[in-house]
């Protein structure tokens, strides 16, 4: 079995990780591995962050690099959110949407097909999509095959009744952009996010860029703002929920650096809200449906949080264009990685739950 993976190998129709997975026996890891340290939500403290230097460079990245709001990727009029956004800290010089800029290549996408009132009256379906694991199957058929392929299949696998597929289909036109499915260098081709932008070399976060071990790849600042009301929060809230790749394929530490007044954090299914704790790491399974929640106690507050995101289980090799397997492919856990020191120099576990 390779240990290299050419870039240029991966079919259009596939994001890197899917190919890769295929070739190798990473699936059977994933679903068998059991971690040395048990838990859903880990916190580690680091004794090297100076988070006001790190808020300082936050506010000059957006004053350098630009503020850019999260993509409403639902409907037809592309828009961004005043609430959450922030700047890209990797982007792919080969990105298929050449009207995003590199700063903003991790903060949304157009999914034109999916009209924006699906999600803002039925947000109870999308929740059941998303605590079905069937969210990202749902959007790509009706990316591909059309809006009433994406209801029709939600019948077919029972999460809707026949009455609510007839409701759906009378309440929504059926878009369609059928065609060939192009998936590698797009907002999912999660890899091939794996080139720095220069926010990675102002001061603080240059320091913090050589402290990582592992080929960093959807990464970014996320900062929430302009949460001025109860009803604002109240939205956010509500319509936040989503999960991301395992941490198999997407390791991610959030490293709080601002939580005025215990306004913020992270809620994981299953498990319940922890406020962050700035100058903390978090970590957890990110295929697991959570949201960051915001508890809005006094207007103009923000909440900004370093969300550094790595190929745990392989390394990219520029000169080449492949990804290699390293010595963790099969061998040790993601979470232990984390623990041990082989993601970030210098954390410190402080709880795990």
Request: proline residues 3%; charged residues 25%.
């Amino acid at each position: 079995m390779s240990n290299k993976f050419y870039v240029d190998d991966c079919p259009d129709e596939y994001s890197i990780h899917q190919w890769i997975n295929e070739q190798t026996n990473l699936k059977k890891y994933i679903n068998t591995m059991v971690p040395e340290h048990s838990g859903t939500l880990f916190e580690f403290k680091d004794k090297n962050i100076d988070t006001k230097k790190l808020l300082d460079t936050s506010e000059q990245a957006y004053e350098e690099f630009g503020w850019y709001g999260f993509m409403n990727i639902f409907g037809e009029k592309v828009s961004r959110s005043k609430e959450y956004g922030g700047l890209s800290l990797v982007y792919n010089p080969e990105y298929v949407d050449t009207s995003i800029p590199k700063y903003a290549q991790t903060l949304g996408y157009k999914r034109n097909d999916v009209p924006n009132d699906f999600l803002l009256t039925d947000s109870d379906l999308v929740k059941k999509l998303v605590d079905a694991n069937q969210d990202k199957i749902i959007f790509n058929i009706i990316m591909e095959k059309g809006l009433y392929a994406g209801f029709e299949y939600m019948h077919s696998i029972k999460l809707i009744s026949s009455d609510q597929y007839i409701s759906l289909k009378e309440k929504y036109e059926d878009k369609k952009t059928i065609g060939k499915r192009i998936i590698k260098n797009t907002y999912t081709d999660t890899w091939s996010f794996n080139h720095l932008t220069p926010v990675f070399d102002l001061p603080g976060f240059q320091e913090l860029k050589h402290r990582i071990k592992r080929t960093v790849v959807r990464s970014r600042l996320a900062q929430m703002r302009n949460i001025n009301s109860d009803l604002t929060a109240k939205v956010l809230n509500k319509f936040i929920w989503h999960r991301d790749d395992s941490w198999f394929f997407e390791l991610r530490l959030n490293l709080s650096l601002d939580n005025e007044n215990n306004n913020f954090g992270i809620e994981i299914e299953n498990f319940g809200k922890k406020d962050f704790n700035p100058g903390s790491w978090y970590v957890w399974d990110t295929l697991t449906p959570h949201r960051p929640y915001v508890d809005r106690k006094a207007p103009g507050i923000t909440r900004t949080n370093f969300v550094l995101a790595v190929n745990p289980w392989f390394d990219y090799v520029a000169d080449e264009r492949c990804w290699v397997k390293n010595e963790f492919f099969g061998e040790k856990h993601t979470i232990d990685m984390v623990i041990n020191g082989d993601v970030v120099e210098g954390l410190n576990i402080e709880s795990l739950q």
